[in-house]
Nanobody, 120 residues
Framework: VQLQASGGGLVQPGGSLRLSCAAS????????MGWYRQTPGKQREWVAS???????NYADFVKGRFAISRDNANDTVYLQMNNLKPEDTAVYYC???????????????WGQGTLVTVSS
């Protein structure tokens, strides 16, 4: 199983970006998909997550601005980021907790990071 993240870039404050994370491989079930972010010298922090059944959760610092969604048919999770602020600048990582076909246990996977820069 691999997670491929994309969609980062440079955006002005107040602008929007949409990140994508596509899962590939033989997946039996996806339990949780999430986004994390990290800036130099800081620990990686949780941003948002989608859980099986469609439950979504957000860190307080993105509530009302970011929205996570999942395209079940394509095993892709999105992070729509609106009203971006300079402090949102970070490398964003997608994370998946899923069960591979033929397995009976959940495993955790990380995608490569995608850089989001919010600057005028």
């Amino acid at each position: 199983v691999q997670l491929q993240a994309s969609g980062g870039g440079l955006v002005q404050p107040g602008g929007s970006l949409r990140l994508s994370c596509a899962a590939s491989g033989t997946i039996f079930r996806t339990n949780v998909m999430g986004w994390y972010r990290q800036t130099p010298g800081k620990q990686r922090e949780w941003v948002a997550s989608w859980s099986i059944g469609g439950l979504t959760n957000y860190a307080d610092f993105v509530k009302g601005r970011f929205a996570i969604s999942r395209d079940n048919a394509n095993d892709t999770v999105y992070l729509q980021m609106n009203n971006l602020k300079p402090e949102d600048t970070a490398v964003y990582y997608c994370n998946g907790r899923l069960i591979e076909a033929g397995s009976n246990r959940e495993s955790t996977y990380w995608g490569q990071g995608t850089l989001v820069t919010v600057s005028s």
